[in-house]
């Protein structure tokens, strides 16, 4: 057979991939993880691939039908989510009416809940974990009661019996030079080209607000890991954006990949960490191997929402975990959300300062969204706060839009974002230090610019349309 492994145009540079969709804040195009992975696994059972990024590529709705009209294909897997998917169905609703044979298969946060598969008969079927090789059964006729995929057959409908992920597994290698023409880019990439690599699938942590906990957790095999490794030292990529949501969650695990990252060769990368577990051992071993930049998920400067949506963080961890990233000379990325339920502007104002006083080298501000099938989704569905049926576009960058509480307003939280950027960012003294970094390589200097162009923008009020 032959794929179509598809991330679709958009009207603003959208990220969709690993049930997560927002709208990128620098104007920059990740490798959706998800695709990526499918490669490798529908490659390893002998078929035909072409991939095709109209985000990466900067196509627009026109030139993209133009491009899959060309094309001899048999299934297209495509992208979309809860930012953006009006605009994903009619396109991809009208490609589905002209080759009404072709399979259409759908990856995204909005298939978390059934109703937007269920009440869309265009579409075939949906997966709900990129990492499973069911779609290759699917594919070949099965109708068999899969974990992780809920299809069409004629007027019959199957629902998934899904179940949470655990354990242990391996994929076959990724084809990352399917990925290497489509220039994309990464605010904390020190080289060019880079790619990304997961290691482990879902989140072993709590947070009710987060969409990765509901996944499941389970862990590669780290031989299955150093094999990929190697396989992308040899096209020549040195720089990495590791991906797993709860990096280090396993102590043993990841200093093991650490130590077998640097027998491999000499690697650059990023990850994300969690604060309570970045000890000065860890961090140690991550620094050695290669990482230059950590992102932390912070969240709150306050200690209530700290306990209540963050368990298990405390505010002294997270001064500990970046003041141990200063000493060890590893770059940091605070994330921070603002608009908690029944948080108010104070509470909001908080964050902000907290965000100068942490001294990280970058700060990412969300405004909260209440995220499909998460706990605090359905507590607040509970609550009459969200409709259960509810599909509005929410944006969690908050440049598109933003949910809003019974204390802030959406223009407000809006508001407060665009004036957490401008307060971060324009600080003269922060504005010298970059650029004094930002000498050392050309790529990064040319990727410092055009982010700065962006965030500036952004925390002006102007999108980033295409």
């Known amino acids: 057979m032959h794929f179509l492994l598809l991330n679709p145009a958009g009207k603003l540079a959208y990220t969709r991939d690993y049930f997560c969709s927002k709208v990128t804040k620098a104007d920059y195009a990740e490798h959706p993880v998800d695709l990526l992975l499918l490669s490798g696994i529908l490659f ?103 974990l992780s995929i809920s299809f069409r057959r004629g007027e019959k409908l199957y629902l998934a019996s899904r179940q949470r992920s655990s354990g242990k597994f391996i994929i076959p290698i990724p084809r990352h030079e399917l990925f290497l023409a489509k220039k994309y880019s990464f605010p904390f990439a020190r080289r060019l080209p880079f790619t990304t690599l997961l290691t482990d699938y879902g989140c072993p942590f709590r947070c009710p607000f987060c969409i990765y906990p509901t996944l499941g957790f389970k862990l590669r095999e780290l031989d299955n890991v150093f094999d990929e490794l190697r396989y992308i030292y040899s096209l020549g990529i040195r720089e990495l954006f590791v991906k797993d949501q709860s990096f280090g969650s396993d102590r043993a695990r990841t200093i093991a990949l650490c130590q077998g990252m640097r027998k491999i060769g000499k690697l650059s990368w990023t990850c994300f960490l969690r604060t309570d577990i970045a000890d000065q051992e860890l961090l140690r071993e991550v620094k050695e191997s290669g990482c230059h930049t950590v992102l932390f998920g912070v969240e ?10 963050k368990p298990g963080v405390k505010k002294s961890d997270i001064h500990n975990a970046f003041r141990l990233c200063r000493i060890l000379g590893i770059d940091t990325v605070g994330i921070f959300i603002l608009g908690f339920p029944q948080e108010d502007k104070k509470s909001c104002m908080e964050t902000i300062d907290f965000a100068l006083k942490l001294k990280c080298d970058f700060a990412s501000f969300n405004v909260f969204v209440p995220k499909i099938e998460t706990p605090l989704r359905k507590e607040m569905i509970a609550q009459h706060l969200v409709d259960e049926n509810d599909t509005q576009i929410f944006d969690q960058s908050g440049i598109v839009s933003a949910w809003h509480n019974e204390y802030l307003t959406e223009s407000q939280l809006i508001g407060l974002r665009r004036f957490a950027l401008r307060k971060f960012y324009l600080r003269p003294s922060y504005i010298f230090k970059r650029l004094l970094k930002s000498l050392s390589s050309i790529a990064r200097t040319k990727i410092l610019f055009k982010s700065a162009f962006f965030i500036l923008r952004d925390s002006l009020g102007n999108k980033t349309l295409r």
């Open 44 to 146: 390893n059972a002998g078929h035909r691939i072409t991939v095709i990024d109209a985000i990466a590529e900067r196509l627009d709705p026109l030139c993209l039908k133009q491009r899959i009209d060309a094309l001899s294909i048999d299934v297209v897997i495509f992208l979309t989510g809860m930012v953006s998917w009006k605009d994903d169905f009619e396109f991809l609703e009208k490609i589905k009416h002209s080759r009404p044979r072709l399979l259409l298969i759908g990856l995204g946060d909005i298939f978390l809940e059934p109703h937007a598969f269920v009440n869309n008969n265009w579409i075939d079927a949906v997966l709900l974990d990129f990492t499973s090789s069911e779609v290759l059964e699917f594919c070949n006729g099965s109708d068999k009661n899969f």
């Open 300 to 309: 709150s400067a306050n200690e209530q929402i700290l306990e209540k949506y």
